[in-house]
């Protein structure tokens, strides 16, 4: 008995004519001689670029930081600062006239405010006739000093004619023709008339003594007296009118009002000194090792980006922030912390900046204190 074989399906002729043949495996090309010859320089200048190059260029890179920070110090702890001069009047008085504002600038000698000058003005015309009244009491010690000696003459002869009746009476005493009263008399005019001298030579010299002249003035002291009160009055009264003791740029003005008090020696107005700025630098104590006076050092401005100025190291503090605080720091306390001091260092400008300074202006400092980096101002 035959087995059943499995079913297989039909073979479609028009099927195996529409499948295309295999194609058969490409062998593998060849390599070109003449294009590995030109591959091996290129890959040769890229190994050397690598090789010499990278090495080149972190060189520089290093001596490019060395220059720039690796040989100055920096801080961002600095200001720009200008001498402040606190402008006070030195006498007191109702303010009258305000010729400046805010921000203005003034050149030295300007009119600031003006101080009532009329009381002062009073006081000068007192100290006037105060000398005129001096110079009378001179004249009338120089008339009594006349008079003086006028009464000593008076007095001498006076004393003559006394002596000569004294001794009339001593004579008749002898004799008995006179009585012991007349004699008693007698001798006492004489007394009387030479306490008279006495007198008049003492007032002759008193009134020299009044008329006497300084050693040193040669006027009379009481003269000279009142002819300081008069000079010190005039003073004052030239104090009246407050100007400028320096160029500069006016600030706090706001106190400058018309009408009001000025008390003597109260700050009123304070000038800004704007032609001479400087910067103060706080640098920590651990930046100071190689920084000198000298040193060359670069600016630049929180306000004005982009705006660098050169200057140099002009001073370095002589003592800490901390050492001239109100209130300095204890360190003989048992709970000490150690803390990294800063000292000011000021910071000269060699060039005038692009942009005008403001006291107070934040800045970055930088000095460059290696060898040899000295400004060449």
């Given at each position: ?75 961002d702890n600095a200001y720009v600062q200008m001498d402040k001069v606190s402008v006070a009047a030195e006498v007191g008085g109702r303010i009258t006239e305000v010729a400046v504002r805010d921000g203005q600038q003034v050149a030295k000698g300007q009119l600031l405010f ?117 000079s010190q009055a005039q003073v004052n009264m030239g104090r009246t009118t407050v100007r400028a003791p320096s160029a500069g740029r006016i600030a706090q003005s706001d106190r400058l009002q018309v009408g009001q008090m000025m008390v003597a020696g109260l700050p009123a ?109």
């Open positions: 008995m035959d087995q059943l074989s499995p079913s297989r399906p039909a073979k479609n002729p028009r099927a195996e004519e529409a499948t295309p043949p295999k194609a058969a495996p490409k062998a593998d090309p060849l390599p070109n001689p003449a294009a590995a010859t030109e591959a091996a320089p290129k890959a040769s200048w890229r190994t050397r670029l690598l090789m010499f190059g990278l090495p080149a260029l972190l060189i520089a890179g290093g001596a490019g930081w060395w220059l720039t920070s690796g040989g100055s110090v920096s801080t003006r101080i009532d000058g009329e009381p002062y003005a009073l006081t000068v015309a007192q100290a006037t006739a105060a000398i005129d009244a001096a110079e009378v009491e001179v004249g009338n010690l120089s008339a009594s000093a006349n008079t003086s000696s006028v009464d000593i003459a008076a007095a001498r002869e006076d004393v003559k004619f006394a002596e000569i009746t004294f001794q009339r009476q001593a004579a008749l005493m002898e004799k008995g023709f006179t009585t012991k009263a007349a004699f008693d008399a007698a001798r006492h005019a004489v007394a009387q008339a030479r306490e008279r001298v006495r007198q008049a030579e003492a007032a002759a010299a008193e009134a020299r003594t009044k008329l006497a002249t300084g050693p040193s003035s040669g006027i009379n002291p009481q003269v000279e007296a009142a002819r300081v009160q008069r107005v304070t000038l800004v000194d704007t032609a001479h700025p400087w910067v103060e630098a706080n640098f920590k104590e651990t930046d100071l090792a190689d920084m000198r006076v000298g040193q060359r050092a670069e600016i630049s401005f929180d306000a004005y980006p982009g705006v660098t100025v050169r200057g140099h190291v002009l001073t370095i503090g002589a003592g800490t922030g901390s050492e001239f605080s109100v209130l300095p720091a204890q360190n003989a306390t048992g709970n000490w912390v150690k803390v990294t001091q800063r000292v000011p260092v000021r910071i000269a400008f060699d060039e005038k900046p692009a942009r005008d300074m403001i006291a107070g202006l934040s800045a970055d400092v930088r000095v460059f204190t290696r060898s040899g980096a000295v400004s060449g101002r």
